[in-house]
């Protein structure tokens, strides 16, 4: 009785490759899809960009534009690097023709479409010093 095993070789190889099969399937979940480009980049001060960009994640998908503040200091480069290190959008819309206006360190945006995320006071570290912007937002469904 001691001989005899407790999991059978087709059991334990069936768990084996679910449990490869699952962790394979994280890892590739973790792997974003999405691509961005810069379309506008617009000067809200002289420390703040406001950099404007239009990210696909497929061809069955729509594009999205998201609106991310930045060290004015940085190149695009740098930017673009920031993106894949998790810089988060104040604000992410399907309307691609948002124009902003800016006024006294102040961003003003028309948006004619919908809203996925908002954020109206978004801030940013530069030199480890917070910054905030302020966002005035009008918006109309399509």
Known sequence: MQNVPVFKKRTLMLMLMLMTTVFAGW????LSPLEQSIIRKV?????INLYITEASAGATTAFSYRFYLYDASRSDESFKESLNDDLKPFLITSDGDVFPRVRDKTVYLTI????????????I??????YSVPVFLTASPL
Do not use: C, Y
Request: glycine share 8%.
């Open 112 to 123: 004619n479409g919908e809203i996925f995320a908002f954020h109206n006071l978004p801030g």
């Open 27 to 30: 890892r590739l979940s973790q």
């Open 125 to 130: 570290r530069i030199n480890e010093e917070p």
């Open 43 to 47: 000067n809200v001060s002289s420390r």
